[in-house]
């Protein structure tokens, strides 16, 4: 059985298309964000990358091993990503690993597991981050180089799905400018914070 999950912290939800610079809001978020944030870490099955490390880029699980915790309750979301055959999840002992350091469990997830996370904790502060437009989505996309023509479309066609969920989350921020949009959500986080302590 999974450990039980005190539901006395607070968590964080940010998704966004790749591309609209999550990576680079999520780091700048832990160093700045005015409430301490924890970032969840995902389990996945797929091998480690040069340089990852178990337990602090992933957690990497054999498929049996994803497939028994999933039996068992113990992801509190998980997909397969980008038809990859890979699995990806957040393990429910994660939003206990922030909230045991008095800390907001911050989740940075794809919609579909974040459409997950919001059933199962309504008062989740779910955040989407959005391009201004699409046309900026495919430049900031190609202008990597690492992705071939087929991933790209691939994205793109993802992309458009999620923006049809962003008005589900509470807050939408378009990062436009990233210092504006790592203030804004700061002060999102602020005044949520200033909520729970009323």
């Avoid at 008095?102 to 940075?108: N, S, V």
């Avoid at 992309?159 to 921020?173: C, G, M, N, P, S």
Wanted: aromatic content about 8%; glycine content about 6%; overall charge negative.
């Amino acid at each position: 059985m999974p450990d039980p999950v005190s539901t006395s912290g607070q968590i964080v939800v940010l998704s966004g298309p790749s591309g609209s610079g999550k990576t680079t809001i999520v780091n700048r978020l832990i160093a700045e964000s005015p409430v301490g944030l924890l970032k969840s870490v995902s389990a996945t099955t797929r091998a480690p990358r040069p340089q990852e490390k178990d337990g602090e880029d992933y957690y990497f699980l054999s498929d049996s091993q994803f497939r028994t915790r999933l039996e068992n309750d113990e992801f509190l979301e998980h997909a397969e990503v980008f038809s990859s055959g890979f699995l990806y999840g957040t393990l429910r002992t994660e939003l206990n690993r922030a909230w045991q350091q008095e800390c907001w469990a911050f989740l940075e997830i794809d919609v579909e597991g974040a459409l997950n996370v919001m059933q199962q904790y309504p008062d989740a502060v779910t955040i989407f981050l959005k391009t201004p437009s699409p046309e900026e989505f495919e430049r900031r996309l190609r202008a990597r180089g690492t992705e071939t023509e087929d991933v790209i479309r691939k994205r793109l066609a993802t992309a458009a799905k999620e923006l049809q969920f962003a008005d589900r989350y509470r807050h939408i921020v378009v990062n436009d400018q990233l210092d504006q949009a790592v203030t804004e959500i700061c002060e999102i986080l602020k005044s949520e914070e200033t909520k729970n302590n009323a």
